[in-house]
């Protein structure tokens, strides 16, 4: 499939970056739930975090230039409003291994930083909202929701993703507010269908801090085509997961070191056209 460059003169990092600290402001309450830690939780980590930093400047002999580089441009992330984007490109991954570890079902991976709750509602089997001639190939996903003892569930699927230009509503301009983003709602067998298209890879923005990172480390700025997904149901624990296709140039080497070998999708092609695809979920009891 074509990958995709983000046209600066269509989206920005700055701009993208904003409207991602913006939501995350708006839609999480990240005091709220640890205004109970402990100081010695707190004393452990600050000082870990501080003593690696540490560790670092000493192995490598770090020098005042590239201190003082450092304190530029981790005020400049701040000024871009990137802070959201580095943490969900190179922090979240080992989050989410840690927080997930003791499932028996599903693999999930990094929710990211283009999620917006409360998509319209579109049932067990329907379209997501989509532009008219909205470019890209027909996909047509059937899966059911169970739990870990095969019982369906009745819950719900969140989906969303970019277009086949790598760009998600809400975080580019020109876009309609709720372009490939949809919630599917299962009936008591758990089962749901879903149409959507087949997206693009893409670059995440590299105009701003993360993108003078990006250069001057030698790395590369891609992102494998995928899905993301929270998949939930009552008494059952929130799966968050991105789904990739096979044969991406870029699933061995996700800038965001995201991809797992359970979350390959297999599609398959229609006769009237696009792919098909199955792809079930499995979502584990919340611990008591």
Sequence with gaps: MTTVEHPTETASAAASGASATERFQADKSPFAAVKDTAPER????????????????????????????????????????????????????????????????????????????????????????????????????????????????????????????????????????????????????????????RPAPYQIPTDGSCGKLISAAGWHPWRPAHLHVKVSAPGHELLTAQLYFPGDEHNDDDVADAVKPELILDPQARAEGGYAIQYNFVLDPEQS
């Design 42 to 197: 707190v004393n452990t980590l600050a000082r870990e975090v501080l003593a690696a930093v540490h560790k670092t400047v000493r192995d490598h002999n770090v020098t005042y230039d590239e201190y003082n580089a450092l304190k530029a441009w981790l005020i400049q992330v701040g000024q871009d409003g990137e802070w959201p984007l580095f943490l969900d490109v190179w922090v979240e991954h080992v989050v989410e291994e840690v927080n997930t570890s003791h499932r028996e079902g599903n693999k999930g991976t990094i929710e990211g930083p283009y999620y917006v709750p409360d998509a319209p509602e579109q049932g067990a089997q329907g379209t997501i909202p989509m532009r008219d001639n909205e470019s890209g190939d027909a996909l047509v996903w059937d899966g059911v929701i169970t739990s870990t003892d095969g019982t369906p569930l009745q819950g719900k699927v969140e989906l969303w993703h970019a277009d086949a230009d790598g760009f998600y509503a809400q975080f580019a301009p020109g876009i309609p507010e709720w372009n490939l983003r949809g919630t599917f709602s299962t009936g008591a067998d758990g089962k749901f269908q879903i149409t959507t298209i």
